[in-house]
């Protein structure tokens, strides 16, 4: 049941990622339009198109991840004996793991250092602290879903 819930919620975050990623196209071209035709662009454009970055990326990480997706290099691999793959296999998930945690870890000490020192973007001025959360967020849930 909570697998379902968790499955569930990642698709969500996996649509609300390939939403922002047309957002971002959208402001991309029409920054590079409004460029070319009245010679100035869209204000805090690039501010905008890196915050959705974060919401395009980290919201993806848990789908690709319940997909199977994520690139695997097996050319040495698929040589070992079935073995001595299963043991290589259990230490990389045993390092992806322990990366996972301090990914975890730094970001959710980012997210209080941000909102300790209330940063926030140059030119628009939008608090940064949430999307820092989005990424501790999606790095919880890239690490509840590793195989």
Known sequence: MIGKSIRTLVNFFFYVSLVALFIAMIFMTLDVVIRVVLGGGI???????????????????GYTQIQGKHIEVDLIKSLLPKTIEKILDTI???????????????????VQDVFRDQLETASLG?????????????????????N
């Open 92 to 110: 990389l998930s045993a390092f992806c793991i322990v990366a996972g945690v301090i990914m975890v870890w730094s970001s959710l000490i980012n």
């Open 43 to 61: 204000i805090g454009n690039f501010e905008i198109v890196q915050i959705l970055m974060v919401f395009i990326i980290y919201f993806a990480l």
């Open 126 to 146: 939008i608090p940064l602290y949430p999307f820092y959360g989005v990424v501790c967020f999606g790095s919880i849930v890239l690490l509840r879903n590793r």
